[in-house]
């Protein structure tokens, strides 16, 4: 019994130890493998498998920020001059910007790099050309959207690490903690801020009910 205890600990230590078998061969008086310590690196739990996940992401919340300035320049010019959706959209622009670059780092932290080639894995509902037709209400009923696809994709990735057969669960947390709560505000405030413009816009004069809205959220953001 004794002997395969001891037996179990070798083998657990050797798995336990690529990195330090990478830097024995390299510094030994016949290198192997060129010298190369590929082991030595901060990738643990199953980051190459998500790694992918995560890129797609990031890129999907870099798409979504640009969207959104979009939509703040748009109510922001002279023609529109709304300046409670143009301070909104800017608002929701920087919150998806600086998520996206928050995440980047979590990726490098993990031994990763970040890829700008990899897409989106969500389908975009509304093409860049369309969003300066969008009007006041149509607007909210699109940032809605990108947001829900959003926290749709952090659900799948967080499911995903919960699920890996490595079961990594620093990402779980990590995607739990900086995208699931404050996706949820954002999509809660969006959903009511929809809402109340069509039931305004139902009641009374169209033009007037926009500019009160408008003039809410100028002063309540």
């Not at 408008?214 to 309540?220: H, M, P, Q, R, W």
Request: net charge negative; charged share 25%; hydrophobic share 40%.
């Amino acid at each position: 019994m004794l002997f395969f205890g001891v037996l179990s600990a070798l083998f657990l230590t050797a798995f336990a130890e690529y990195c330090y078998t990478d830097i024995e061969s390299a510094c030994s008086t016949n290198p192997k493998n060129g010298g190369l310590v590929s082991n030595c690196n901060a990738k643990y739990g199953a980051i190459e498998t998500l790694q992918p996940e995560l890129q797609a992401f990031a890129n999907a919340n870099i798409e979504t920020s640009f969207e959104f300035l979009l939509l703040s320049t748009h109510f922001g010019n002279y023609e529109a001059n709304r300046e409670g959706f143009k301070k909104l959209y800017r608002k929701l622009s920087d919150k998806s910007w600086e998520e996206a670059i928050d995440l980047i780092k979590y990726i490098a932290e993990r031994g990763g790099k970040m890829d700008m080639n990899q897409l989106p894995r969500s389908k975009k509902l509304v093409k860049d050309s369309r969003i300066l037709e969008l009007t006041e209400l149509s607007s909210l009923a699109k940032a809605l959207d990108s947001e829900k696809q959003l926290a749709d994709e952090a659900l799948r990735i967080h499911s995903q690490a919960q699920h890996h057969t490595k079961q990594d669960a620093a990402v779980a947390h990590y995607i739990e903690e900086h995208f699931m709560e404050s996706l949820t505000e954002r999509v809660r405030q969006l959903a009511g801020y929809s809402n109340d413009l069509k039931n305004m816009l139902e009641e009374r004069d169209a033009s007037l009910s926009v500019f009160l809205f408008d003039e809410y959220l100028k002063s309540a953001l």
